[in-house]
């Protein structure tokens, strides 16, 4: 897999449709001279998803195009006629893709969105705007004819982070120069680049390995690692991601010890503790010990003290030579064997509604963190309330017409944020700031003029505590 192809880290821009905006409008006709409103709503944007596919084995579509948009939602029309809403942007990653949100100021990653690990698997990444009502919505019994209605959601452009751990049954590791890419190149159909020099191997390699009994499995070929890997030296943290998801670790050791001299045991231990020290449950990790270059004279001694090493450990031994392919038949039908026994110790993990059940759980938490709300205390006196719901209330306002702000203040009372500025510290006369607007606190009195307002109105509620909905962060600076 030449360099050129292959692109396991990058980063992207996305956003969602922004969504349509609903119609104010009232019906008229012949002999019909006080119809009642017939504004239709916007259109929801489209949203920006991305979907684990096993055809895929690198993000190279993503290295040179770092933007995408998904198609914004139509407005909405007189006669009840509701806008289009805009198509969903579908982006093909592979699979065993961790998404990063990025923090906007620093663009360092802030937090996991979705590790897309099965097949099918999708997130949402950036949802599209929702479009707003039309004033058919807006009727009670003593407003019969709303002259408002609102304005579609612009959705919320970001950065996100893809990283790519590739998904292999096994995975080739050691230190520079062991003879790993003549291993996968002698058992497999790869055809890495092989030299007589450390570090030839510059990206991992897969190849799809067939035993003589029938079954397969994928392996991985990973640039070599040095010690001080875990903390970054050589092409340590660029690669070690790549052994996170392999069921089995092939550990190679050269028993000549290369150029250097090395010690066979002492290199054996070595990667174990870099290993370790990358992620802990890697050193739990199953692995087989390969003693590579077993054909050269003079390697009995280090043969068998690497062997009684992997022996103390609990761990099978193989001696092997990627030249001459002795040893190698027997490599792959164990190995085989031992992938095949941690495929069935997995497949209780495998069902059918995974990846729905999957996909559900990363939209809750998406959910979740978009009702979030945050009161914070600027300085004395002035509030800042923050938060993805609360702020897509105030955008949907029009603030030319006064029945469309007074309904914002009713959607306040309906999610009670009156009560937490004043559980918060808020008196009235403060001045409370939501995106570029400010109001003045006047506490928590109820507007009834919305009251009778239909109860299937899509309102966000937000309720503490509650795993599918909001929770109060309040912060006094």
């Known amino acids: 897999m030449p360099s050129s192809t292959f692109t396991d880290v990058c980063r992207i821009n996305v956003k969602g449709g922004d969504g349509g905006a609903g119609c104010m409008s009232f019906r008229r006709e012949a002999h ?14 489209g949203n920006v998803i991305l979907e684990a596919d096993p055809q895929l084995s690198s993000l190279i579509d993503y290295r040179f195009k770092h933007h995408f948009r998904a198609e914004r939602g139509t ?18 990653v592979p699979v065993g893709t961790v998404v990063h949100e990025l923090d906007p100021e620093t663009l360092e990653p802030a937090f996991d969105v979705a590790d897309l690990t099965h097949p099918g698997q999708r997130v949402i990444v950036a949802p599209g705007g929702i479009g707003g009502k039309g004033n058919i919505h807006f009727v009670t019994s003593v407003r019969r004819a709303p002259a408002f209605a609102e304005k579609g959601e612009p959705a919320v452009e970001h950065w996100i982070e893809l990283e790519m751990k ?28 092989i030299a007589d020099y450390p570090f030839t191997t510059l990206v991992p390699n897969l190849g799809m390995v067939r035993a003589k009994d029938g079954s397969s499995f994928v392996v991985a070929d990973v640039p070599g690692l040095i010690e001080g890997a875990s903390e970054g030296k050589g092409l340590g943290h660029q690669f070690l991601r790549h052994i996170e998801r392999s069921a089995l670790i092939l550990h190679v050791v050269d028993v000549t010890g290369g150029y250097e001299g090395r010690d066979a045991v002492e290199d054996y231990k070595t990667i174990n503790e870099e290993l370790a020290a990358y992620a802990s449950e890697l050193a739990e990790r199953p692995q087989i010990v390969v003693a590579n270059k077993c054909d050269m004279p003079g390697t009995e001694d280090a043969i068998e003290r ?20 002795e040893g190698l038949d027997e490599l792959v ?12 110790a997995a497949k209780s993990d495998e069902d059918t509604e995974l990846s729905q059940a ?84 006047e506490g928590a009195d109820q ?31």
């Open 75 to 92: 407005h909405g029309k007189g006669s009840r006629k509701h806008g289009k809403d805009g198509e969903d942007l579908v982006l093909k």
């Open 333 to 344: 039908i164990n190995t085989s064997v031992e992938v095949r026994k941690l495929r069935n």
């Open 32 to 45: 019909v001279p006080k119809g009642g409103p017939d504004g239709g709503d916007g259109g929801h944007g």
């Open 166 to 193: 590739l998904m292999a049954d096994a995975a080739l590791v050691g230190m520079p120069s062991v003879g790993k890419s003549s291993i996968i190149a002698r058992i497999s159909a790869a055809r890495p680049k």
């Open 358 to 441: 999957l996909n559900e759980r990363a939209e809750r938490q998406r959910r979740r963190r978009d009702n979030a709300i945050s009161i914070r205390m600027e300085s004395q006196g002035i509030w800042r309330v923050s938060g993805g719901a609360v702020e897509r209330m105030v955008i949907q306002t029009d603030w030319d017409n006064d029945e469309a702000i007074a309904y914002l203040q009713h959607r306040f009372d309906r999610i009670g944020l009156d009560d937490r500025l004043a559980d918060a510290g808020c008196k009235n006369g403060d001045e409370v700031r939501i995106l570029g607007f400010a109001f003045t606190y």
């Open 447 to 477: 507007d009834d003029e919305f009251a009778e307002l239909n109860e299937d109105e899509d309102l966000v509620v937000l309720d503490d505590g509650d795993e599918d909905g909001g929770e109060t962060e309040v912060l006094h600076v």
């Open 306 to 325: 690497l062997r009684q090493a992997a022996e103390k450990d609990g761990r099978p031994f193989f001696e092997v030579s990627a030249v001459t392919g």
